[in-house]
T-cell receptor, first 113, second 112 residues
């Protein structure tokens, strides 16, 4: 039973346009959500996060939106740059107990120059 | 300076062998994790230690045994390796009170 899902395995976007990556979760106990970016042969690197008490968090070109009623979050990258081409993982956790992350299966973003 | 390091980066071995992967973090974090990324690219938690104490132990065969000699190190021993153990194994660490985990570069294990 996959509690965190990224239904789009890949996405191609033109440079300068907006990239929107989506993530759905099923467990209503999750209260903290993160996005990680991963280049080939490297470990995931933290990008941005959001607590369930917020519905938006912004950091430069990256914005994460959380819709708790729909159990859905999205990552917006604008403007997209070729260096953003990577695999993006969303992760969900609870902030009590063990902080165990549950990861989605990732979306490969390709930004075309 | 690498914050979370793993050795080796690549490991190729025969079925039935016993092998270890080492992880070290120089961030002063209290909690460390092992994840497995399988052929479907699914990143799944295996173990977590907090200050040398095991706090997460997912449904993992007991051929896998984590060992934390101190809070900066978390090693993974795998006995009697099987073909299905082939994967990329990632170590991660987290500061007490923080939410973000910091990952190492991964160890690609190939069992022949």
């Amino acid at each position: 039973d996959q509690q965190v899902k990224q239904n789009s395995p890949s996405l191609s976007v033109q440079e300068g346009r907006i990239s929107i990556l989506n993530c759905d979760y099923t467990n209503s106990m999750f209260d903290y959500f993160l996005w990680y970016k991963k280049y080939p042969a490297e470990g995931p690197t933290f990008l941005i996060s959001i607590s369930s008490i917020k519905d938006k968090n912004e950091d430069g070109r990256f914005t994460v939106f959380l819709n708790k009623s729909a159990k859905h979050l999205s990552l917006h990258i604008v403007p997209s740059q070729p260096g953003d081409s990577a695999v993006y993982f969303c992760a969900a956790s609870t902030t009590s107990g063990t902080y165990k992350y549950i990861f989605g299966t990732g979306t490969r973003l390709k930004v075309l120059a | 300076d690498t914050a979370v390091s793993q050795t080796p980066k690549y490991l190729v071995t025969q079925m039935g062998n016993d092998k270890s992967i080492k992880c070290e973090q120089n961030l002063g974090h209290d909690t460390m994790y092992w994840y497995k990324q399988d052929s479907k690219k699914f990143l799944k938690i295996m173990f977590s230690y907090n200050n040398k104490e095991l706090i997460i132990n997912e449904t993992v065969p007991n051929r896998f045994s984590p060992k934390s000699p101190d809070k900066a190190h978390l090693n993974l021993h795998i006995n009697s390796l099987e073909l299905g153990d082939s994967a990329v194994y990632f170590c991660a660490s987290r500061k007490g009170g923080g939410n973000e985990q910091f990952f190492g570069p991964g160890t690609r294990l190939t069992v022949l």
